[in-house]
């Protein structure tokens, strides 16, 4: 594929970002560890790969506005364009020494996201998209969602941290419906690499709620542009705000989203 600019400069970020991880991944025994919440930590590691990617849009593309998971807003100038970042999707797995984390990154204009980026410095695995130029790993591979029709084959991913919360036991009744009627269910940790992995056809389809813009965007576009179909749990269409996401291929998608109706 042939990348515009604006996804060379995310590439590029996302990559910088990523060999710093790759680096403090390795040292992950000597980080510094604040605990923000229920199992959601940030370290320096962390810090340091935002500010390496806002850095890197900034000096890129300096009108550009930021919604960041650990800098929060900064405004632009052009009233059009804002960067949403996820430095490192998958903090716990990553403090864990589980190679399983990504730099997310998303342009957004006006109320579209039209850019992503994922990244998974440890695999080494680059997942870019451009709305209406389809999703792309490592720029070879053209990916697609998985072609099955079937639940019962299906392998399907969410997240669930179990803390206690109300979405959490809401999430926790979902697992018990959908779980006999599946092939398998995963949780891998990161939902930017749970969204890369169904738009590369691993996993066949995905749900999840509490979520944050920054982990929903740069997911977002790349499974709708590798065929996929994504709503909330009351079947409108996807969005970065609100925190539901229902997704895989229109049969699946639909199927996923009917059980998930049921629970209560």
């Known amino acids: 594929m042939a990348r515009s600019a604006l996804l060379n400069v995310m590439v590029s970020a996302a990559i910088k970002a990523g060999k710093s991880l790759a680096r403090d991944f390795n040292e992950v025994e000597n980080l510094q560890v604040s605990r923000k919440g229920p199992a959601d930590f940030v370290s320096k590691a962390d810090l340091r790969a935002e500010q390496i990617v806002y850095d ?37 797995n990553f403090l864990h020494s589980i190679p399983l984390f990504a730099v997310a990154i998303a342009l957004q204009r006006g109320d579209e996201i039209v850019a992503s980026v994922i990244y998974n410095p440890i695999m080494d695995e680059l997942y870019t998209a451009e709305r209406g130029g389809g999703a792309w790993l490592a720029d070879t591979k053209r990916l697609r969602v ?5 639940l019962s084959d299906a392998v399907v991913t969410t997240g669930i941290k179990t803390q206690g919360t109300s979405n959490d036991t809401l999430q926790l009744r979902q ?15 990161s939902i930017a690499v749970d969204m890369a992995w169904l738009a590369a056809g691993r996993f066949d389809a995905l749900w999840e709620a509490g979520l944050k813009p920054w982990d929903v965007a740069p997911g977002l576009l790349m499974v709708k542009e590798a065929g996929g179909l994504v709503t909330d749990f009351a079947g409108q269409p996807g969005s970065v705000w609100n925190g539901q996401i229902v997704a895989g291929n229109e049969t699946l998608q639909g199927a996923l989203l009917k059980s998930l109706r049921k629970v209560q």
């Open 175 to 189: 697992l018990a419906t959908i779980n006999p009627a599946v092939a398998g269910i995963r949780r891998s940790g």
């Open 56 to 92: 890197e849009l900034r000096k890129a593309r300096p009108t550009y506005a930021f919604l960041m998971e650990e800098g929060g807003e900064v405004a632009g100038t052009d009233g059009q364009h804002t960067w949403i970042i996820d430095p490192l999707d998958g903090t716990t």
């Open 146 to 150: 998985a072609g099955r029709r079937h």
